[in-house]
C-alpha cells in the first residue's frame, strides 16, 4: 500500500500499511480502547454528544488533505498519517550528515530518541486535559468549534507518537504508551512531564494565550524533528505542522478579536486611558493591562519549554542528527557547528549580557530566539488592531528573563524589562506584572457561555470569516 492509500475502513485509518502488519495493528487496536476511555474520562467536559463541524485529515497531499463535516467527538477517526517520504534524503545535520536518512531506529541512539518521541506524546494529551473545561464557557458556537478542533488534533498527535512507539520500539514502547494515558495534567502523583502543561486554561483568553504562544513551541520543536535523520519521526512531524498552522490561527486571531472588542469599546465610549481599568470593565471587555500580564504569563511559561540554554542534550542528539535546527535544511553553514559559537544570554557578574558560548551546546537558545522572532509578526497585528481604534498602548514581550524557572534564569528575578532585581522587589511589583486574583475575577465574570449561532460575547469582536467558507452565523455545534 502506498501513501496516496488512507485506509478509512480499517478502526484506525492510515497510510503507512497498518493492514499488512498485523502484529502492530493488533498492538494498537489494544491501545485504542484505553485511549477512547481516557478521551471520555478527561477530554471536552459536557460535549462528547454534540456534532461538532471538524476537519479530519484524510490525505497528506497539500491540497484536499482535510474533509470537513459534523461529527461527535468520540467517533472521530484519528488517524496515523505520514507525510510522503523524500526520495534520496539524507540526515541534514551532526556527525552522520549527508549519509541516508534510517528507516529504523539507529541501536545507538535508541535511549535518545525515544525520550524525544516520549516527551512530545506527552504535551499531546495533556493539552486536552487542561483544555477540558472551556466547551461549557465557550463565546460562541464558531469558538467551541475551534477548541474542540484543537482539542481532536491534539488527540491525533498522540497517535502518531504512540504510532511510533508501537512500531519502533518494542515492549517498553509499549509501556511509555500506556504511560501517555496514565500521567495527568496537574496530578500531585503522576504529572505531565514538562512545566507549562501542569498549569492551568482556565478561560478563554488563556487559552487564545496558550495557541498562540505554546502551540507555537510545539511548532518550533516538531520543525526541529521534521529535521530530525530518523525518517519515520521527520514524515510524522511534517505532517502534524500541517495541523499544527491552525492551532496558531485560532491563538492569533483569539487575541486579535480580544483587543479589537477592548479598543472599540473603549473608542466608542471615550475613554481614552488603558489604564483607567474601572471604567473600561464596566463596558463588558477585558482591559489592556490584563491582557498585558496574560501575555506575560504565557510567555515565560513557554519559554521554559525550550529546556536549560547551554544543554549537552540538546548537543548530543543535533550531533546524532536526530533533532536539528529550526529549518536546518535551509541555513547555510557546515551543519556540524564544530568550533562555532552562539551567543547566549546569561548573567554575569549580577548583570545579563550576551555570552558567545559553543553553537552545539546553544542550540536551546537558539531555537528559543527562532521562536521569540516568530512570536513577534503577530503581536506586531495586535498593536496595529489597537491602534487602528486610537487607542495608546501596545502589547509587548517581557525580557527573557522574566518570571522564568528553568535554566539560567531560573533562580533569578528580573522586571519585564529586563532589570535584576531581589526578590522581594519582584513579589512588591508581581502584581503589575502578572494575572492578579482580581484580573481573574474579571474575566471569570464574563465567561458567560454564548450558543446562539451568530452571536459573540461581549469580550470578543465576530471572526473575519468563518470556517471552511461557512458564514459566522453557521451552527458549527449542534448541541444535544
Ligand atoms: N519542565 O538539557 P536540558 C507541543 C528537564 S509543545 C520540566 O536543559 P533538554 C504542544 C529536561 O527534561 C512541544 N523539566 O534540556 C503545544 C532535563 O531532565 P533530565 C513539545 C524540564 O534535554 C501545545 C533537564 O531539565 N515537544 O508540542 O534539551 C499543545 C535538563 O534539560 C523542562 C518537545 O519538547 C520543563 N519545561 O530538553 C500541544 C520536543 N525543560 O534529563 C502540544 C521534545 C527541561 O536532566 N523535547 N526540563 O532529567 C526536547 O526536545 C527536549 O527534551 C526539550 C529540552 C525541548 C524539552
Ligand atoms: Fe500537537
Ligand atoms: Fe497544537
Not at 531506529?105 to 499531546?124: N, S
Amino acid at each position: 500500500m502506498s501513501w496516496q492509500d488512507i485506509d478509512y475502513e480499517t478502526l484506525i485509518p492510515n497510510n503507512v500499511g497498518l493492514a499488512e502488519d498485523a502484529r502492530l495493528q493488533r498492538a494498537l487496536e489494544g491501545w485504542h480502547p484505553g485511549y477512547i476511555d481516557w478521551w471520555m474520562s478527561m477530554g471536552p467536559e459536557g460535549f462528547q454528544m454534540a456534532d461538532v463541524y471538524l476537519r479530519t485529515a484524510i490525505s497528506v497531499e497539500k491540497e484536499g488533505w482535510a474533509k470537513f463535516g459534523y461529527v461527535k467527538m468520540p467517533q472521530y477517526r484519528w488517524g496515523i498519517l505520514l507525510a510522503p517520504e523524500v526520495e534520496d534524503r539524507v540526515i541534514p545535520c551532526g556527525e552522520h550528515l549527508g549519509e541516508p536518512v534510517w528507516k529504523e531506529v539507529p541501536g545507538e541512539y535508541r535511549a535518545m530518541l525515544r525520550r524525544l518521541i516520549v516527551i512530545q506524546g506527552d504535551t499531546e494529551p495533556a493539552s486536552v486535559e487542561q483544555q477540558r473545561h472551556l466547551g461549557s464557557i465557550a463565546p460562541s458556537l464558531y469558538d467551541m468549534r475551534n477548541l474542540f478542533q484543537v482539542n481532536v488534533e491534539e488527540g491525533r498527535h498522540l497517535w502518531a507518537m504512540v504510532y511510533l512507539l508501537h512500531r519502533y520500539f518494542g515492549r517498553d514502547g509499549r509501556d511509555e504508551a500506556d504511560d501517555l494515558l496514565r500521567r495527568q495534567s496537574g496530578s500531585e502523583e503522576q504529572p505531565r512531564m514538562l512545566g507549562a502543561f501542569n498549569e492551568e486554561t482556565p478561560d478563554w483568553l488563556s487559552f487564545f494565550m496558550f495557541t498562540y504562544f505554546t502551540d507555537r513551541d510545539g511548532k518550533m520543536q516538531l520543525e526541529a524533528l521534521a529535521q530530525s535523520g530518523f525518517d519515520p519521526l521527520s514524515r510524522t512531524c511534517r505532517f502534524m505542522l500541517a495541523e499544527e498552522a491552525h492551532h496558531m490561527f485560532v491563538g492569533y486571531t483569539g487575541v486579535k478579536r480580544i483587543v479589537e472588542a477592548t479598543a472599540r469599546a473603549m473608542a466608542e465610549t471615550g475613554i481614552e486611558d488603558p489604564y483607567d481599568v474601572e471604567a473600561v470593565r464596566k463596558l463588558g471587555v477585558i482591559d489592556l493591562p490584563t491582557i498585558q500580564r496574560k501575555t506575560n504569563l504565557h510567555y515565560s511559561l513557554t519559554l521554559d519549554l525550550f529546556g536549560s540554554e547551554e544543554s549537552t542534550n540538546a548537543a548530543g542528539s543535533f550531533n546524532a542528527g536526530i533533532k536539528g535546527r529550526y529549518h536546518e535544511d535551509r541555513i547555510d553553514d557546515d551543519h556540524q557547528l564544530r568550533g562555532d559559537t552562539y551567543p547566549v544570554t546569561k548573567l554575569v557578574d549580577g548583570e545579563l549580557q550576551a555570552v558567545a558560548v559553543p553553537a552545539l551546546n546553544g542550540l536551546n537558545a537558539r531555537l528559543r530566539d527562532d521562536f521569540i522572532e516568530d512570536c513577534l509578526g503577530g503581536i506586531r497585528r495586535w498593536n496595529r488592531e489597537i491602534a487602528s481604534h486610537g487607542i495608546d498602548f501596545e502589547i509587548t514581550l517581557p525580557h527573557v528573563a522574566f518570571n522564568r524557572a528553568i535554566g539560567e534564569f531560573g533562580p533569578i528575578e528580573v522586571t519585564p524589562d529586563g532589570k535584576v532585581i531581589t526578590a522581594d522587589e519582584f513579589a512588591a511589583s508581581a502584581a503589575e506584572w502578572l494575572p492578579t486574583p482580581d484580573d481573574k475575577a474579571l474575566i471569570d465574570a464574563l465567561m458567560e457561555p454564548e450558543v446562539e449561532p451568530g452571536r459573540f460575547a461581549s469580550w470578543i469582536a465576530p471572526p473575519s470569516r468563518g470556517i471552511n467558507n461557512q458564514p459566522t452565523e453557521f451552527e458549527y455545534v449542534l448541541l444535544p
